[in-house]
T-cell receptor, first 113, second 114 residues
Framework: AQTVTQSQPEMSVQEAETVTLSCTYDTSESDYYLFWYKQPPSRQMILVIR??????QNATENRFSVNFQKAAKSFSLKISDSQLGDAAMYFCAYTSGTYKYIFGTGTRLKVLA | DAGVIQSPRHEVTEMGQEVTLRCKPI?????LFWYRQTMMRGLELLIYFNNNVPIDDSGMPEDRFSAKMPNASFSTLKIQPSEPRDSAVYFCASSWGAANTEAFFGQGTRLTVV
């Protein structure tokens, strides 16, 4: 069975600094997709970034980038130039051809002014 | 598009009562998911539908929970009878169906069973 693990329940970062959130997953599939979602206090789940497993190049979206290590089954999220609005819960998610999304337990990110 | 619409946003009910949560997915999406979020267990997939057909309901905790999708634009999650341990935020999400597309979430229903 596929699993997604986020080992950091909480992280803190100083405003304007860089922080990396960790995610590991387990799967026997060769083709799958990985996502990072952000959940601010409003509860709304917002897609931050996605990565296709067949692509070697790491995805980037403005200040957000991933470090995708397929062999190690690792998918970390790097947030550069952290802003107060980045404070939220961040969830790593996995899906394959079954379209079933599996989420990690989340990392709460605090941004310190 | 208005996004995934869930109702109600908040529900407080007494133990033993029936609760029905509603979801309108994004038009054109053919996959629909119900998730439950709690502090202890995080986001749990309860059930997902593809083309209105339940594909995997292995996450439904027990027979008190049931979900239906009578058409492509509407789904319900019913709890009967409700118990205090059912208190959680329930999310509905929909997607286009291809695995590389994101799941779009509603704003959730916060259920409190007293």
């Amino acid at each position: 069975a596929q699993t997604v693990t986020q080992s950091q329940p909480e992280m803190s970062v100083q405003e304007a600094e860089t922080v990396t959130l960790s995610c590991t997953y387990d799967t026997s599939e060769s083709d799958y997709y990985l996502f990072w979602y952000k959940q601010p206090p409003s509860r709304q789940m917002i897609l931050v970034i996605r990565q296709e497993a067949y692509k070697q190049q790491n995805a980037t979206e403005n200040r957000f980038s991933v470090n995708f290590q397929k062999a190690a089954k690792s998918f970390s999220l790097k947030i550069s130039d952290s802003q107060l609005g980045d404070a939220a819960m961040y969830f790593c998610a996995y899906t394959s051809g079954t379209y079933k999304y599996i989420f990690g337990t989340g990392t709460r990110l605090k941004v310190l002014a | 598009d208005a996004g995934v619409i869930q109702s109600p946003r908040h529900e407080v009910t007494e133990m033993g009562q029936e609760v029905t949560l509603r979801c309108k997915p994004i038009s054109g999406h053919n996959s629909l998911f119900w998730y439950r979020q709690t502090m202890m267990r995080g986001l749990e997939l309860l059930i997902y539908f593809n083309n209105n057909v339940p594909i995997d309901d292995s996450g439904m905790p027990e027979d008190r929970f049931s979900a239906k999708m009578p058409n492509a634009s509407f789904s319900t999650l019913k709890i009967q009878p409700s118990e205090p341990r059912d208190s959680a935020v329930y999310f509905c999400a929909s997607s286009w169906g291809a695995a590389n597309t994101e799941a779009f979430f509603g704003q959730g229903t916060r259920l409190t069973v007293v």
